[in-house]
């Protein structure tokens, strides 16, 4: 993006806005069976447009400084992250430029997966365990296959410690 | 709203990157026999949001001065602005916190319409064809009623000329 679009560089606080409304905080837990504990911790922030809006996701990327867009389905583009270090750019980010609807409740336990991975805790049951009772608590709750998992289940000992 | 929440007064910069997502620009233009022209035209300014994000509206109808909050439908609830005076206060607002997205396209348009109508040009049948045109190129191009009326489907002589 060259200097002409640098002096149109979006306020912060009007991209927080714009995600409040159209931002999503995701966490995947995803089985694969060539990993350690046979499960993958996978969290995204992203934000959904339809392509004739595709020059905002490349404005509020060009904010961040990263971040992938891509094709998400049909007419919609999507701008991605997924790299940890990027998300904790994304968290310190939002902790900045507050969020003030009900997603700022997705964002603080979003908040939480990307501080645990932090410390490796989804690299060992108890904290993949961890991640996942946060991850049912976003969004739609919908309950990750992780906790419905007949191989996962039955709390350890560890788990039951949290 | 008390004094409390003033201190968390919404910053307009984040009220504006809201409504490139949530919000919306509407004119309406509607039959009503007992009007002279028999065609009401009817601007508003909304935003729609789940019952669990009423505080936002509440919020943002604190910074706007006025605006009344409503059901929408089922678990919906809407901050809505209709009357003149207000909408252009609303054209102001967004005049100095500007919209980023397509919606600003929406918006310049309504602009146009709210300034005809102060001109009273709504209560003239050129200027109402011309406000029915304007509406057409908004949200959804759904073609106004006005336009496919067989009252005014013939393009007066007054009309051809703008």
Redesign the interface.
């Known amino acids: 993006m060259g200097a002409d679009n640098q002096q149109e560089r ?2 912060t ?10 931002g999503c905080f995701h966490v995947g837990i995803h089985k694969i069976s060539k990993m350690t504990l046979k499960w993958q911790v996978l969290p995204e922030f992203r934000i959904v ?1 339809h392509k ?2 595709i020059k ?1 996701l490349e ?1 509020i990327k060009y904010v961040f400084g990263f971040g992938i867009i891509t094709k998400n389905h049909g007419d919609r583009y999507e701008l991605r992250v997924r790299k940890l270090q990027d998300l904790n750019k994304i968290v310190e980010f939002f902790k900045n430029n507050s969020l ?3 997603k700022k409740d997705d964002f603080k336990l979003f908040s939480q997966v990307i501080n645990l991975m932090n410390k490796k805790e989804h690299l060992n049951k108890r904290g993949l365990r961890k991640i996942a009772e946060i991850s049912y608590k976003m969004n739609r709750q919908i309950k990750p296959k992780y906790l419905k998992s007949s191989e996962t289940i039955r709390p350890t000992y560890e788990s039951m410690k949290i």
């Not at 606080?13 to 159209?22: A, L, Q, R, Y």
């Open positions: 979006l306020d606080k009007w991209i927080s806005g714009f995600v409040d409304g159209e447009q004739k809006n905002i404005k003030q609807t009900t």
